[in-house]
């Protein structure tokens, strides 16, 4: 066996001449057998195994007697994807394991071969690691395989019969998924194309979306916050590289080396090691000020060092965000200071005249409700009030906008910074955010708050946003001067956003037409894995419920009461929110209480017993919170 730790990603290259890329950080293990990649820690592999076998299960029942004859896991679930990217045939399997534990297969022929990823791992690492781990598997290029490539095309002007194939399809997409509404602007050549709304802004209600309808649009905030920042960067408040404790002095991570390292740019790069802790906000926020939120991030320690790999942070970018208005209005408190910084240094300068954060005004306006998807996958409207969680890290994820206003968003991103033949922001300030920061594949990048990405060789900003009753995606194409938005009322619409975004690209540049398979195959499978996950949960019985009945505390999440109402059974009440609740038997044995009802469906507590005592445990990835009886 060869083996060797890497000092810089590097491209290796299997017997049969397929490459595929391994990071810097990790451990190549060379073997006849396959190419193994070992985490730094050593607590994930990912295995590369090619082989020549006649379907999917035999070249995967192959692949694991070669590296470990006696793998004898079941089949948790096996399904196959649209072959793409000139590859014959793609699936993926995931097996029966404890909840802390990930083995998966995925799985791509091109002609008579299979190549196999065998991943085995803790989820933790999985979750530390995900960005590097797929880079692993989806780089692989077999020889001779031809990736779809619109190098050297110029964008199709967005004609009329172009622009009503691109209509019909969004309206089909929005039927197929069940998304109840969205509303969708296409902007190019410096004008709007396309503004329109689809479907309803409340579910049973007849209410039609239209192009001002608002909606939130999540984590699409990120780069109007990072857009904010850069204007006062022109003014020279501060600078890209300034340290973050200059500016908040009292700002503090768990770890010393962190705190001292971090500049500005690095709130919002995705860069720090600092892990994705959105629980903590999620469950408590009722009385929760910017000011605690910032405060209980000195608890908050890196998992993986410094510009290492990319982990997405929400509190980060809260930080950077308020951390940025605080220059600017130093007497005020965080939220107020930065709610009139985006007002003044964004919303009125674009003439967003409907952007907002305030719940009172969109409750008085044209809005969409919140549909978060139940256990069968029906989206059920609830009040917006259901999205006020979002407030104390309104940085990253609290704005309310509408496809009118968006627009003005792409196009000053086209105009470099111009907008109406004004220089809202400097190119140079507005471009620095551009700029790679940390990679998350061979093909994207994360920079200040926009991820940066190459496919098909045309080069993309873009971000998308999840709350829990909204889901929205923004791309632009800046060297084609085109750009999308997409707003939807439902917190589960991946599939819907992946096929529009991909379907304008089809009519753009001539692409495959592969986006009305996408998205099929997405709304079966997402389909027969919500059957299959109900068939594991079943009535909470009184045996098995009422010991669990009480209060229960954990340092982050705070205090939750599990009870039975006397209309809808037991539930589990964290104070700004309740759901009903389940008893869930994995396949493995785990015996978990699952929430089964929005506006937060499956989140699992465990049962246990510990050092004589009853706990509950919440597996969140990286972290395990402990509940324990309420004194």
């Known amino acids: ?64 007697k070669r590296i470990d004859p006696s793998f004898a896991l079941k089949v948790a679930q096996a399904q196959d994807l649209p072959a793409r990217e000139g590859w014959d045939a793609i699936a993926q399997i995931v097996y029966v394991t404890a909840p802390t534990r990930l083995v998966a297969a995925f799985a791509r022929r091109k002609g008579s071969s299979w190549f196999v990823a065998l991943v085995d791992g803790s989820s933790a690492a999985a979750d530390r ?3 590097q781990m797929f880079t692993a598997i989806r780089s692989l290029r077999a020889k001779g395989l031809e990736k779809e490539s619109f190098a050297g095309k110029t964008a199709h002007a967005l004609d009329a019969t172009r622009l009503a194939e691109l209509d019909r399809f969004i309206e089909d997409a929005r039927v197929a998924t069940g998304v109840p509404g969205a509303a969708v602007a296409v902007v190019q050549g410096g004008k709007v194309v396309l503004a329109k709304g689809y479907g309803v802004k409340t ?54 080396a962190t705190t001292r390292a971090l500049q500005m740019k690095h709130t919002i790069c995705a860069c720090t090691g ?39 942070s929400n509190l980060m970018v809260s930080a950077g965000g308020f951390a940025a208005a605080h220059v600017r209005s130093p007497k005020r408190k965080l939220y107020p200071a930065y709610e009139e910084a985006m007002r003044e240094l964004v919303f009125r300068p674009l003439g967003m005249k409907s952007t907002t954060f305030d719940f009172k005004r ?16 029906e989206p059920i409207a609830l009040a917006i009030e259901s999205e006020a969680w979002t407030v104390p890290v309104a940085p990253a ?30 190119e140079e300030q507005l471009l620095a955010r551009r700029v790679p920061q940390v990679k998350i594949s061979d093909e994207a990048s994360y920079g200040l708050a926009w991820a940066v990405t190459r496919e098909h060789d045309v080069d993309a900003i873009g971000h998308d946003g999840g709350t829990v009753g909204f889901n929205t995606l923004l791309q632009i194409l800046p060297q084609h001067g085109v750009g999308i938005i997409v ?94 609740v389940g008893k869930k038997t994995g396949r493995d044995g785990t015996v978990s209480l699952v929430s089964t009802g929005v506006p937060i469906v499956g989140l699992e507590l ?26």
């Open 129 to 131: 690691r995900g960005a």
């Open 397 to 426: 994820g609290a704005t309310w906008s509408n496809v009118e206003d968006m627009a003005r968003v792409i196009e000053l991103e086209l105009g470099k910074g111009k907008l109406g033949g004004v220089q809202v922001v400097s």
């Open 203 to 256: 579910r049973g209600a007849k209410g039609k979306v239209g192009p001002r309808t608002l909606f939130m649009i999540g984590s699409i905030t990120k780069p109007l916050t990072s857009l904010m920042m850069a204007r006062l960067v022109d003014r020279k408040l501060f600078a890209w590289d300034t340290p973050v404790t200059e500016i908040l002095p009292s700002f503090a991570l768990g770890d010393a």
């Open 487 to 580: 707003l939807t009322n439902t917190g589960d619409a991946g599939a819907f956003l992946g096929a529009v975004n991909r379907r304008l690209v089809e009519i753009l540049f001539d692409g495959a037409p592969e986006a009305k398979q996408i998205l099929a195959t997405r709304v079966k499978l997402d389909a027969e894995a919500r059957t299959e996950e109900m068939k594991l949960i079943g009535e909470a019985d009184a045996a098995w419920f009422d010991p669990l009945i009480g209060a229960w505390t954990t340092p982050g999440l705070g205090r939750i009461e599990l009870r039975r109402d006397r209309k809808q059974g037991p539930v589990l009440d964290a104070g700004e929110w309740k759901v009903t």
């Open 274 to 312: 600092m892990p994705r802790q959105d629980l903590e906000f999620i469950f408590e926020y009722g009385k929760v000020s910017p000011e605690d939120r910032l405060a209980s991030m000195k608890t908050m320690m890196p998992t993986t060092h410094f510009g290492e790999t990319f982990q997405y």
């Open 362 to 377: 969109v409750a008085h306006g044209d809005h969409a409700s919140p549909h978060p998807r139940d256990l069968r996958g």
């Open 1 to 64: 066996m060869k083996k060797r730790t890497l000092a810089a990603d590097e491209k290796v290259t299997t017997a049969s001449g397929a490459t595929f890329t391994a990071s810097a950080g990790w451990t190549v293990e060379e073997r006849p057998e396959g190419i193994t990649l070992v985490a730094p820690e050593g607590d994930l592999r990912v295995t590369q195994v090619e082989v020549a076998e006649p379907d999917r299960d035999t070249a995967v029942a192959a692949a694991w």
């Open 606 to 631: 465990v049962p246990r017993q510990a050092d004589g005592r009853s706990v509950l445990v919440l597996d969140a990835g990286q972290h395990d919170y402990v509940f324990e009886r309420a004194r």
